[in-house]
């Protein structure tokens, strides 16, 4: 930056040219560095919502497979932090009615297809609402996560019941 107002202060037009160059050269540097971050937010949020809805279907899918249900330690820590499911999701009461991960019973694939993600407003917080329809009561069921970056990543944090 310092080098164009040296170059600017050698040139033969008057002050009020080179004035105005200078607040159009500052311009198009602020505007091109504020599009840049624009593009790097957006893609941020495409890869969370890609992230989230192939953690999410690939849960419904698995969760709802009679013979072998679990979910894999090594596929949890991909898309939840330790944190997370050391406090949560591996200490849930064996006496809670609900699927710690998206707080329902009963499973159904035809959520797979009508799963719903969306960026919850909260600051600068990463939130996301994870909606699922539920056929028979005719409504969307959904749940908010909390992200946190974990090794270098987007991870569920917390999950958040929205009482519906």
Known sequence: MLYLVWLFSFSKKTNFMRTIKMITILALVFISKLSFAQVKNTNDHDNIVKRLSSFYSYYIVKSLDP??????????????TASFLKQTYYAVDP???????LDVQDFDTAWVHTLK?????????????????LVYEK???CIH????????????????????
């Open 117 to 133: 993600i969306t960026k919850v407003s909260d600051g600068d917080k990463k939130k996301y609402s994870i909606c699922v329809w």
């Open 145 to 164: 996560v909390a992200l946190k970056k974990e090794q270098g990543e987007w991870k569920i944090d917390k999950v958040i019941q929205t009482g519906n």
């Open 139 to 141: 409504i969307y069921h």
């Open 95 to 101: 006496e809670r009615d609900a699927d710690v991960m």
């Open 67 to 80: 013979v072998n249900d679990k979910i894999s330690r090594d596929t949890m820590k991909k898309y939840c």
